[in-house]
């Protein structure tokens, strides 16, 4: 890792509170997060430390009303919170972003006594959410899932497997998608369930190309029995629950994103400006010189267009379609710029003293999680020209 510390991104934040919130964040990243990032994530540790710390500093229910403990901020402020925390650790970025989908059903969807009887302590009381849709089988086909909830008296008996859960096994809490009804969309519900119901365990882990400090494992629901007070919404709903869900994470996918570009920039303009070839800093070379303002172009790009959309769901207005531009765009440019800066560094580049192979390595799985980017380019062009005549 260089000595250089990043830069500060030129933001235009709303107001004066919301600078002061990106002070604060950044704040922490570099006191508490960046320093042991690349140690831990070799050693394939998780901070729940940090998610600690995080929840106690009212970062972890920025997006939420504060009536439930929420911070009552713009989507717009809370990406560029994530932005500056994957810049940190994606590992700790994206896990803000899935415990925030993770709260999205019962925020959204949850009677007024459900939000107040588990929000508060979803939102700021320490607590770490995961999101349970996909399953061994049902992954980009998620309408197609074949957990079971199965009503008996005031409860309901879940059984089957999730699969890809980040913070699989370590979460307090879990939203999980069931099917109640008929095969496809319309026979699925959604659930709040405690992390330590009985009859739910996890598998070990999967051994992952990056992100190592981040569980993810499959869940087994082996007749897990939750009171029918812990259903979101109503039966039924629940794929429209987690396609709204989705909706809202695959921007913060985006912003996590461009964060882990970001990094990668810093890392590799730093080393540019250091390393001396021919008598000169490398940075003086024409060629390279053009790489690193390609860099910074796709990550202003990817900011301003995660932004943009950003600023539609506050509005109120749709903002789907530029959701999954935003999560195409984002993720396409982060594995381009830390392919890059791996390129800048070159043999130290693919090396682990320096942190851009390991930005590499996080970069692509953030390509697929929360729908590939080729299942973006379908919901893109279903929003162009109509749904598939096949």
């Given at each position: 890792?260089?000595?250089?510390?990043?830069?500060?991104?030129?933001?235009?934040?709303?107001?004066?509170?919301?600078?002061?919130?990106?002070?604060?964040?950044?704040?922490?990243?570099?006191?508490?997060?960046?320093?042991?990032?690349?140690?831990?994530?070799?050693?394939?540790?998780?901070?729940?430390?940090?998610?600690?710390?995080?929840?106690?500093?009212?970062?972890?229910?920025?997006?939420?009303?504060?009536?439930?403990?929420?911070?009552?901020?713009?989507?717009?402020?809370?990406?560029?919170?994530?932005?500056?925390?994957?810049?940190?650790?994606?590992?700790?970025?994206?896990?803000?972003?899935?415990?925030?989908?993770?709260?999205?059903?019962?925020?959204?969807?949850?009677?007024?006594?459900?939000?107040?009887?588990?929000?508060?302590?979803?939102?700021?009381?320490?607590?770490?959410?995961?999101?349970?849709?996909?399953?061994?089988?049902?992954?980009?086909?998620?309408?197609?899932?074949?957990?079971?909830?199965?009503?008996?008296?005031?409860?309901?008996?879940?059984?089957?497997?999730?699969?890809?859960?980040?913070?699989?096994?370590?979460?307090?809490?879990?939203?999980?998608?069931?099917?109640?009804?008929?095969?496809?969309?319309?026979?699925?519900?959604?659930?709040?369930?405690?992390?330590?119901?009985?009859?739910?365990?996890?598998?070990?882990?999967?051994?992952?190309?990056?992100?190592?400090?981040?569980?993810?494992?499959q869940l087994h629901f082996d007749g897990v029995r939750v009171p029918d007070a812990r259903r979101i919404g109503d039966e039924g709903q629940g794929f429209t629950i987690a396609l709204a869900a989705l909706d809202a994470g695959r921007l913060g996918i985006a912003a996590c994103a461009i964060g882990v570009a970001q990094a990668a920039l810093d890392e590799a303009l730093a080393y540019a400006l250091g390393r001396k070839q021919f008598g000169h800093p490398i940075a003086d070379f024409q060629g390279l010189r053009f790489m690193l303002a390609d860099m910074a172009t796709k990550i202003e790009a990817g900011r301003a267009?995660?932004?943009?959309?950003?600023?539609?769901?506050?509005?109120?207005?749709?903002?789907?379609?530029?959701?999954?531009?935003?999560?195409?765009?984002?993720?396409?440019?982060?594995?381009?710029?830390?392919?890059?800066?791996?390129?800048?560094?070159?043999?130290?580049?693919?090396?682990?003293?320096?942190?851009?192979?390991?930005?590499?390595?996080?970069?692509?799985?953030?390509?697929?999680?929360?729908?590939?980017?080729?299942?973006?380019?379908?919901?893109?062009?279903?929003?162009?020209?109509?749904?598939?005549?096949?």
């Amino acid at each position: 890792m260089t000595d250089r510390a990043p830069q500060t991104v030129d933001r235009q934040l709303p107001t004066e509170e919301s600078r002061d919130l990106l002070a604060l964040v950044r704040e922490i990243a570099q006191r508490e997060i960046r320093p042991l990032a690349s140690d831990e994530e070799e050693a394939g540790r998780f901070p729940r430390e940090v998610f600690t710390l995080l929840s106690e500093s009212g970062l972890l229910g920025l997006p939420y009303a504060g009536e439930f403990g929420g911070g009552e901020q713009p989507y717009e402020v809370y990406l560029q919170v994530l932005e500056e925390l994957a810049a940190a650790r994606l590992t700790v970025g994206l896990g803000v972003s899935v415990h925030s989908l993770a709260c999205h059903g019962l925020a959204g969807y949850g009677t007024k006594e459900q939000r107040g009887a588990h929000l508060p302590d979803m939102l700021g009381g320490g607590l770490l959410g995961a999101y349970c849709l996909s399953e061994p089988a049902a992954g980009s086909d998620a309408a197609s899932l074949s957990t079971k909830a199965v009503r008996d008296g005031d409860d309901w008996v879940i059984t089957g497997t999730k699969a890809w859960i980040t913070h699989g096994g370590v979460a307090d809490f879990y939203t999980v998608l069931a099917r109640t009804g008929v095969p496809g969309p319309k026979g699925i519900t959604a659930f709040l369930v405690p992390g330590d119901a009985p009859g739910l365990t996890a598998a070990v882990p999967e051994k992952k190309m990056g992100m190592k400090g981040s569980p993810t494992a499959q869940l087994h629901f082996d007749g897990v029995r939750v009171p029918d007070a812990r259903r979101i919404g109503d039966e039924g709903q629940g794929f429209t629950i987690a396609l709204a869900a989705l909706d809202a994470g695959r921007l913060g996918i985006a912003a996590c994103a461009i964060g882990v570009a970001q990094a990668a920039l810093d890392e590799a303009l730093a080393y540019a400006l250091g390393r001396k070839q021919f008598g000169h800093p490398i940075a003086d070379f024409q060629g390279l010189r053009f790489m690193l303002a390609d860099m910074a172009t796709k990550i202003e790009a990817g900011r301003a267009l995660y932004l943009a959309a950003a600023r539609l769901r506050d509005a109120g207005k749709p903002f789907s379609r530029q959701a999954a531009m935003a999560k195409l765009f984002c993720t396409d440019a982060a594995m381009s710029v830390t392919t890059d800066a791996v390129q800048v560094l070159g043999g130290y580049g693919y090396t682990a003293d320096f942190p851009v192979e390991r930005l590499m390595r996080e970069a692509k799985v953030l390509q697929i999680v929360e729908g590939t980017n080729q299942i973006q380019r379908m919901v893109i062009a279903r929003h162009l020209a109509g749904p598939e005549t096949r």
